[in-house]
Structure formats: structure tokens, C-alpha cells
Nanobody, 130 residues
Framework: QAQLVESGGGSVQAGGSLRLSCAAS???????????MGWFRQAPGKEREGVAA????????YYGDSVKGRFTISRDNAKNTLYLQMNSLKPEDTAMYYC????????????????????WGQGTQVTVSL
């Protein structure tokens, strides 16, 4: 089965940057029809929300409104690794960040519907201080 392992979290001051990585094993990103690879986050007392997602075959990307213009999702299919470059971090970005994978339905785009993601990592903590 697929396994996802996140890394790159840590503590940073507001305005700083971090890059998260999600190393996947047990499946290949680029095999047609591809996967939706997503980043989700959850802060204490709040619901989990979708941050960004990428179609590993066609390269389409999707972003939550709160991170547009600040975060960039990317992937390296050869390395089976997903990235999330986070710039201009804000305290409200503090959360546990999870990587997730969904086997993509052909001709259908990715979403942030958690139930569609079959595989989840254990998360990496991001803390942004004032």
C-alpha cells in the first residue's frame, strides 16, 4: 500500500518561509490517470481544511483561498515527492500539515473532499510566531 511521509515542518516567525516535503512510496505519481496529491492542515479546535492539491499527471494545481499567492504546490514525479513552498507565513498558518493522495478519476479534477483521499501521512507541525 501507499505510504506518505511528511517532513520540513518547524517554527518560523511571521513573514518567513518553509518548504514541506511529502515522500511517497508504494505507487508512482505519474502513471495515468495520475493522482491528486493534496496538502491539508488542521489547527487545534478547528476543522481540517484543504490547502493545495496537484494533479500529478496533467500538472493542474488547486489552492485554498487563504493561501493563494503565498503557497506553491509542486511535485517531482521522478522522485515521487510532493512539495509545498510556503512564503509570507502568518500565525493563522499554524497547524499540523498532512499530505494525502487520491487516485484520480480520468477527466475529473482534484478536490479538497477529504473522503476522496485514500492515503494520508502522519503530519508535520508548522508553527508561525508573531
Amino acid at each position: 500500500q501507499a505510504q506518505l511521509v511528511e517532513s520540513g515542518g518547524g517554527s518560523v516567525q511571521a513573514g518567513g518561509s518553509l518548504r514541506l516535503s511529502c515522500a511517497a512510496s508504494g505507487y508512482t505519481f505519474g502513471t495515468y490517470p495520475g493522482y491528486c496529491m493534496g496538502w491539508f492542515r488542521q489547527a487545534p479546535g478547528k476543522e481540517r481544511e484543504g490547502v493545495a492539491a496537484a494533479d500529478t499527471y496533467y500538472g493542474s494545481t488547486y489552492y485554498g483561498d487563504s493561501v493563494k499567492g503565498r503557497f506553491t504546490i509542486s511535485r517531482d514525479n521522478a522522485k515521487n515527492t510532493l512539495y509545498l513552498q510556503m512564503n509570507s507565513l502568518k500565525p493563522e498558518d499554524t497547524a499540523m500539515y498532512y499530505c494525502a493522495a487520491a487516485r484520480k478519476t480520468p477527466w475529473v479534477g482534484c478536490s479538497f473532499l477529504e473522503s476522496e483521499y485514500n492515503y494520508w501521512g502522519q503530519g508535520t507541525q508548522v508553527t508561525v510566531s508573531l
